[in-house]
């Protein structure tokens, strides 16, 4: 608002984190932090309840519950459990938005996209996986009234409604290359293939373009970016809100193959790597943030230097960087909740397929 600072990140996630800023002020940092976990596990039990009955809708029938949940393992989703970013909620939104159009709720479909757009404009890659004809006039209320929230907050914060702090950031001006894209899809630090392996066997899957189109559209355009990384984080997080419908085909019931069990195996690998350390500070600890440094060039492009392979090395080093295990250090009560907290992702991952065959049973009775 002094016109010397800025803030490129949407609203919408800001609101889901005001019950954790209030709890943060309230009873202290620590409340807050606890609080914060707490609704990324949550938010992410919802993206997997949510994902799961998109799987159902697109390939006919319930996915087994192993095989969800290596699926989900496979394309980050545990991580993203984990690490506090925007990128968890917009995934879910984006994902119950698909789901919505695909069911015939246009409306709700506009409204929830709508919604991801307040916490990541590049969410607007799901747009074209929304359209169906006439229907698609349903659409407009949600994403318009989504879009005037933007623009009154731009307009008061920063003078335009056309500005949303991202101009003064030089990492999210345009630069159009090859490099951006190479380094997304197969770089040893951020390239999609290695930190999500289940897009590999996903691909021949597909037999439809609604699926497939917000991750090809995502990948198109943050890797035109001047730091198409995304930055510190966890692999190409920009994308990671884009998997959940691209690995959906990937659910459907039946045999998976070697490259399937192949690209479980190190999914699960990853995950259990990611959990054991804190990928962020291990990022961090290896180079600079800055796009422009050398040891940030190192990071990305050098084997020697990826997170990847630096935190499976941290694997069975001392205690796992799980945020209720470092908090029980400090308290035993303040543990229990984080535990509670992060709990929630496998215990609604193991709980739904259960429902969902309860529901079977009954309809059947």
Known sequence: MDGHGYSPHGIGYSLLLAPAALAGAAAGEAA?????????????????????????????????????????VGGMAAVYSKLPFDVTAAALLCTASLLSSMR???AAAGALLGAA???????????????????????????????????????????????????QDPAMAFAPGAAGLVGLLASSGKGLVWFAPMVLPA????????????????????????????????????????LPAFLAPLAAPGRGGLPFKAA??????????????????????????SFDDPSRQAVIWSPARS????????????????????????????GAIACAGQAAWVLGALALP????SRKRNGRA
């Open 203 to 242: 691909i021949p899957r597909h037999r439809g373009w609604r699926l497939a189109m917000p991750l090809l559209l995502g990948i198109a355009l943050h890797s035109q970016l001047y730091d198409w990384t995304g930055g510190t984080g966890w692999g190409p997080r920009f994308l990671f809100p884009a």
């Open 264 to 289: 479980a195996l190190w999914g699960v690998l990853l995950t259990l790597a990611a959990v054991w350390s804190n990928p962020c500070a291990v990022e961090r600890s290896l180079g600079a943030d």
């Open 104 to 106: 015939g709720r246009d």
């Open 354 to 357: 259960a429902l969902s065959r």
């Open 307 to 334: 997170p990847l392979l630096h935190t499976l090395a941290e694997i069975g080093s001392g205690a796992p960087d799980i945020f209720c295990v470092t908090v029980s250090q400090e308290s035993r009560r303040a």
């Open 32 to 72: 807050g932090k606890i609080l914060a976990a707490f609704t990324c596990a949550v938010l992410s039990a919802a993206l997997f309840a949510v994902w799961f009955s998109l799987c159902t809708e697109v390939n006919g029938t319930a996915p087994g519950k192993w095989k969800s949940l290596l699926v989900a």
């Open 117 to 167: 757009l307040l916490v990541r404009l590049d969410s607007i890659v799901f747009l074209p996986s929304l359209f169906a004809g006439r229907r698609s006039l349903r659409l407009v209320p949600g994403i318009a009234a989504a879009l005037l929230v933007i623009a009154a907050l731009n307009r008061f914060r920063f003078g335009s409604v056309f500005e949303d702090g991202h101009s």
